[in-house]
Every structure is written in C-alpha cells, then in structure tokens.
C-alpha cells in the first residue's frame, strides 16, 4: 500500500514564525504536491513537484515556499506565518506511468492554526 | 479557467438506496477525472480514476463515468451503506493557460442513513 505521512496531525504556531511542514511518501513517486482545504473554497493547490529539486506554482503560491531535495520528501514552508494561513494542509503524491498520471494518494492532513 | 462544481452540495438518503452523485467541470480539456472521499477532519481517498480516453470506470458497489466533450462526471453508488457517509469530491487534471494544476470540486456530503 501506498503510504503518505505528515509530520504533524494538528500545529500551533504564533503569527511571523517560520513553519515546515513536512511530507514523505514510501513508493517512489515522482509528483508530490501540497494544497490547503478550507470551508467554502474547498481544496487548492499551493505547490508541487514533478521530480526531485523541480517545482512549480499552482494557484495560491503567495506566502508559501517549498523544498525537495530529495525524492521522497517535499516540504511546504510558511516564510512568516499569518492567521489568514491558518487551515488544513494536504500533501498528495502520484506515479507517472508512460506519460500517464496515477492515481493521487493523500496523507492525513495538518491542521494548523496560526495565532 | 477551469471550473469545478459538484450537484448536489449535501444528501441524505435511507440505506439501500441507489443514488448518483454530479460533477461538471468548463474545460473538457482534462487528462483525467478522479473521485476522492474524505471522512471528517481526514485526508483524501482515491475511489476511481478515469483516463480523457475511457468512458467510465468500476469498483465494487462504485461506477463513475465521464463525458468529456459535455463536462460531466457522474459517480454511481449501488446500495447504499451508512458506512459510505463522507464528504465526495470530484477533481480533474487540466493543462491549460494558467499552467498546470488539478482542480477540485466543493464535494458532496453524503449521508446514509440506517
């Protein structure tokens, strides 16, 4: 089975810190990616990555940066965390099979809250 | 861009129902649709995913199918389980002008009654 982890279930964190959050999938995947979930504006994506050190923007990149030096991790970061970041954070990862995306397979999600 | 909505926004029906939950998406410019389920406060899980070239896509008790130059998808749930209560989203992978990126759904929070 494909296994997603985050490194954290729920954060708390306090306006201007710095914030990683960190992803880890167990089977080798190419893509990674991380959106943010929250009520009345459903899921969308912040970054992601189509292999190791390759990253692109997706829709609401603005205050957000990541990191994937290697292939198994990808790590979203709040420069200067505000309370407007507060929400769930989803990582999802998926192969590419002949040039056809896989399913994507989620982790559990990070709550976090920014005081 | 892109455009994702889901029909309807919550349902609830008695055990043992079938039922068909709506997706619709602006831009049949897709490589592909995927259905998800997500249990309160959890993350996502993939029930199917259908290709740009299939029609429709089963597992067990699920059925969903795609009509790419209409923008619809369409998830099909045969007798119905209080076990199925979740929230369904449905998400396509689009390329278009603003770049590549998935687009989810708002999702449809099912509720089976026993």
């Known amino acids: 089975d494909v296994k997603v982890t985050q490194s954290s279930r729920y954060l708390v964190k306090r306006t201007g810190e710095k914030v990683f959050l960190e992803c880890v999938q167990d089977?080798?995947?190419?893509?990674m990616f991380w959106y943010r979930q929250d009520p009345g504006l459903g899921l969308r994506l912040i970054y992601f990555s189509y292999d190791v050190k390759m990253k692109e923007k997706g829709d609401i990149p603005e205050g957000y940066s990541v990191s994937r030096e290697k292939k198994e991790r990808f790590s979203l970061i709040l420069e200067s965390a505000s309370t407007n970041q507060t929400s769930m954070y989803l990582c999802?990862?998926?192969?590419?099979?002949?040039?056809?995306?896989?399913?994507?397979?989620f982790g559990p999600g990070t709550r976090l809250l920014v005081l | 861009k892109q455009e994702v909505t889901q029909i309807p926004a919550a349902l609830s029906v008695p055990e043992g129902e079938n039922l068909v939950l709506n997706c619709s998406f602006t831009?049949?410019?897709?490589?592909?649709l995927q259905w998800f389920r997500q249990d309160p406060g959890k993350g996502l899980t993939s029930l199917l995913l259908i290709q740009s070239s299939q029609r429709e896509q089963t597992s067990g008790r699920l059925n969903a199918s795609l009509d790419k130059s209409s923008g619809r998808s369409t998830l099909y749930i045969a007798a119905s389980q209080p076990g199925d209560s979740a929230t369904y989203l449905c998400?396509?992978?689009?390329?278009?002008?603003?770049?590549?990126?998935?687009?989810f759904g708002p999702g449809t929070r099912l509720s089976v009654l026993p």
């Open positions: 998400a396509v992978d689009t390329r278009d002008n603003y770049g590549q990126n998935f687009v």
């Open positions: 999802a990862s998926r192969f590419v099979r002949d040039g056809t995306s896989e399913t994507q397979y």
């Open positions: 831009d049949s410019a897709i490589y592909n």
């Open positions: 089977m080798d995947h190419e893509n």
